[in-house]
């Protein structure tokens, strides 16, 4: 579909940025030709590829904004169709696996906003979208003013995972920032028996 067809013009598409150099492994941005970032070298996250869309800034982190937390639903539809595109490029999956929301957190949203936009990989691919195997069970505060340190604490045994017999799973979130969340995540579901979790982010922070 046409962008014109959601209440994303394509004026508005045009101004979207997506840095051309980033780690292979967490997709910071990156200065020069190095393949991974310092932080990627000296520790691996535990999971092993991130793809995003796009860069985290300007009017794109503004729609994320209204999508999120002003139920701007036409903004999620037209990130679902950009998810899926961004997801039929990718090689082949077991499972799909959203970032959990907390009891509370729902509550408050009143909805899983990476649930809306995985709506159309959903229903136009064969890939399984598992919302039920993890859960959050630690409802952490904003991790937006906390240091890396700060966030690996508050985010430790935030998550709880059945057994699953997925070998290969995507992870998927809107925001990618330090990337903590997600690398908790897929450390709780490789303790839970997968082999190797990669990520996508609808945005990735420029630092």
């Given at each position: 579909m046409e962008s014109a067809s959601f209440?994303?013009?394509?004026?508005?598409?045009a101004t979207f940025t997506n840095a051309s150099n980033r780690?292979?492994?967490?997709?910071?941005?990156?200065?020069?030709?190095?393949?991974?970032?310092?932080q990627c070298l000296s520790r691996s996250p535990h999971f092993n590829r991130a793809y995003t869309l796009y860069d985290y800034q300007d009017l794109i982190a503004q729609l994320i904004k209204s999508f999120k937390y002003d139920?701007?639903?036409c903004v999620g539809r037209y990130f679902a169709h950009k998810l899926h595109n961004m997801y039929q490029s990718l090689e082949h999956y077991d499972a799909i696996i959203p970032m959990p929301l907390s009891a509370k957190r729902i509550k408050e949203r009143g909805f899983n906003q990476v649930l809306e936009m995985l709506s159309v990989i959903k229903k136009q691919s064969d890939c399984v979208v598992d919302a039920h195997s993890v859960k959050r069970i630690k409802a952490t505060q904003s991790l937006a003013n906390l240091n890396p340190e700060q966030r690996q604490k508050e985010l430790r045994d935030a998550f709880?995972?059945?057994?699953?017999a997925y070998q290969h799973i995507l992870l998927v979130d809107d925001?990618?920032?330090?990337?903590?969340s997600l690398n908790?995540?897929?450390?709780t579901l490789m303790k839970a028996g997968a082999k190797s979790c990669d990520v996508l982010t609808l945005a990735r922070t420029m630092v």
């Amino acid at each position: 579909m046409e962008s014109a067809s959601f209440c994303v013009c394509q004026d508005c598409e045009a101004t979207f940025t997506n840095a051309s150099n980033r780690c292979q492994s967490c997709a910071q941005p990156m200065t020069g030709k190095l393949d991974f970032c310092g932080q990627c070298l000296s520790r691996s996250p535990h999971f092993n590829r991130a793809y995003t869309l796009y860069d985290y800034q300007d009017l794109i982190a503004q729609l994320i904004k209204s999508f999120k937390y002003d139920k701007q639903l036409c903004v999620g539809r037209y990130f679902a169709h950009k998810l899926h595109n961004m997801y039929q490029s990718l090689e082949h999956y077991d499972a799909i696996i959203p970032m959990p929301l907390s009891a509370k957190r729902i509550k408050e949203r009143g909805f899983n906003q990476v649930l809306e936009m995985l709506s159309v990989i959903k229903k136009q691919s064969d890939c399984v979208v598992d919302a039920h195997s993890v859960k959050r069970i630690k409802a952490t505060q904003s991790l937006a003013n906390l240091n890396p340190e700060q966030r690996q604490k508050e985010l430790r045994d935030a998550f709880q995972a059945e057994p699953i017999a997925y070998q290969h799973i995507l992870l998927v979130d809107d925001v990618m920032t330090t990337g903590a969340s997600l690398n908790e995540l897929a450390k709780t579901l490789m303790k839970a028996g997968a082999k190797s979790c990669d990520v996508l982010t609808l945005a990735r922070t420029m630092v």
